[in-house]
């Protein structure tokens, strides 16, 4: 564990960060125009820094130093899967083969076309499924994709379901991707254990509900152990069933949603299969469908005949289009080159580190920090909870301000919401146990800290450049764009942020 107290206050680096932007750094009229080039072409004025070459590379190489990624330290943000994606996938983006233009005709660009169609093939092994579209752009884009084709699947039965059941334990794009296709949605509270509660499954069912979506592993680790059950009840009361792919990687090459009951879900390429999540995408979240809801997939499908590789447009039940032109190419590039590189060995390993990980975390964690049920093991992740340390007046969200001070990341926190004071830590399978380690010393020291000493606890950070920003005037006076207005302190002035701060928030 990194000593934290007494050397990393010393190396603090927020005294001497200049944190002037490059325009306020920018010396006016410095560079003389260039005396080869002729007056007419010469702008009068432009607008941007001035600085030399030099200065600009340190400024921004400054600003980089600044930031956190995998690459820099243990990342477990629960459910979000933050694992090191390996360089070798960038290094297949990257070739210059893959710079192919979407408008390209078909015979110029069979090697891409042949790329994705590995890609559905391998997806549907992987998961049990009968088709898959890779248009769609995100884990979220997927669901609203499989909840647009059971909406589609129903008019077309001239069947009037209008409910999406969701426990109270999901991602909270499922129940936005079923409102969003049309469906009212019903929430069901887990049991005492975190689990679906079929008897109360059982009496949220009925000719109304068009699906449930679920994922199993759910939010809080736990592999749904009922689910054949569950699928049953489902079914039998004319519904379908939808799996978020999200935490495929505590299951990955050992279960398959398809053989669980599912009848189409959707993937997460940028978390499972090691392409980068988070920081604006681009991400792929593959929708995966059962024969019965094949038609409707989101057209074209990529296609292979047996001599050539084709977009099929001739879909007339297809929902349409969820996404421009095939997706995001160069995230299925990397997913597939992920996946042959692993193979189906490597598939398993996935799901048996990132199972064993969570649980070793557990052992060391679940004395100090309160788990539910810490004797049934986890899949990928496990949801602990402040409300020890809450006693002591410090909340999941201090802890997660001085786990920065050492280092690392904060975990999530407050999600899921059936958990008080969340701290939801996946480890992922591409941690060492030395930095599992080092992250549950880290906790284990904040949680003596606390005792002794809960106001350092409280202030942090206190070793990274930024301190504790002020949420609540973030969240209200959102300023995405910097003006020069921004640093006037004039009463009149609508940018000011020390009048914002003066005049509505305090
Ligand atoms: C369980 C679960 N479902 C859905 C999503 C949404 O995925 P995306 O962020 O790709 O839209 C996430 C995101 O991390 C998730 O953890």
């Known amino acids: 564990m990194q000593d934290n107290n007494e050397s990393s206050r010393d190396t603090c680096r927020s005294d001497n960060f200049d944190f002037r932007l490059i325009f306020e750094k920018s010396r006016k009229n410095t560079f003389n125009k260039c005396p080869h080039l002729p007056d007419a072409l010469a702008r009068a004025s432009l607008d941007i820094p001035e600085l030399s070459e030099p200065e600009v590379m340190r400024h921004y190489t400054a600003l980089s130093k600044l930031n956190f990624g995998n690459d820099t330290g243990m990342y477990p943000l629960g459910s979000c899967t933050m694992k090191y994606n390996p360089r070798f996938t960038e290094y297949l983006a990257a070739l210059p083969q893959n710079m192919v233009h979407p408008y390209q005709d078909e015979t110029t660009i069979q090697g891409s076309l042949k790329i994705m169609y590995m890609l559905k093939k391998h997806l549907m092994e992987i998961c049990g499924m009968d088709d898959f579209s890779l248009q769609p ?9 499989s909840m647009a084709i059971i909406k589609s699947y129903f008019e077309r039965k001239k069947d009037d379901r209008s409910e999406v059941i969701v426990p109270d334990s999901a991602h909270g794009t499922n129940p936005k991707s079923a409102a969003m296709a049309g469906f009212d949605v019903v929430e069901i509270p887990s049991n005492e254990q975190g689990y679906v509660d079929t008897k109360i499954l059982k009496k949220a069912v009925s000719e109304k509900t068009a699906a449930l979506m679920l994922t199993n592993p759910n939010t809080l680790g736990l592999f749904e152990k009922d689910i054949l059950e569950i699928a049953k009840i489902v079914h039998d009361a004319g519904g379908l069933l939808f799996y978020d792919g999200a935490n495929l990687e505590g299951i990955i090459g050992r279960v398959r949603p398809g053989d669980m009951g599912f009848d189409c879900m959707s993937l997460n390429l940028h978390k499972t299969f090691a392409a980068p999540h988070g920081g604006g995408g681009p991400g792929s979240g593959p929708t995966g469908v059962k024969n019965l809801l094949a038609d409707l997939l989101p057209a074209p499908t990529i296609e292979y005949d047996g001599k050539k590789y084709y977009l099929d447009n001739n879909r007339p039940h297809s929902i349409g289009k969820v996404h421009e032109f095939y997706g995001n190419y160069l995230v299925m590039v990397r997913a597939l080159g992920y996946i042959m590189r692993l193979g189906s060995t490597g598939m398993k390993r996935i799901s048996e580190f990132s199972v064993l990980n969570s649980n070793y975390m557990v052992s060391r ?23 020890k340390q809450k006693k002591h007046d410090i909340s999941a969200l201090d802890i997660a301000k001085r786990l920065m001070d050492y280092g690392v990341h904060p ?5 899921p919401l059936i958990v008080k004071e969340a701290l939801m830590i996946e480890p992922t399978e591409t941690e060492s146990k030395e930095s599992i380690d080092n992250y549950c010393d880290v906790l284990l020291r904040i949680n003596e800290e606390i005792e002794k000493d809960p106001e350092t606890v409280k202030t942090a950070p206190h070793t990274i450049v930024v301190g504790r920003l002020d949420d609540v005037f973030a969240a209200r006076k959102m300023i995405l764009r910097w003006s020069p207005a921004l640093l006037t302190d004039n009463p009149c002035n609508p940018y000011s942020i020390t009048q914002h701060k003066k005049n509505d928030l305090h």
Not at 411 to 415: E, K, R
Request: hydrophobic share 40%; no cysteine; glycine share 6%.
């Open 137 to 145: 752009a995100a884990g979220a884009n997927g669901e609203f994709t």
């Open 365 to 387: 964690l679940s004395k100090a920090y309160e788990l539910k049920n810490p004797e049934i093991p986890r899949k990928h992740e496990a949801v602990f909870s402040a409300a």
């Open 411 to 415: 975990p999530t926190i407050y999600f």
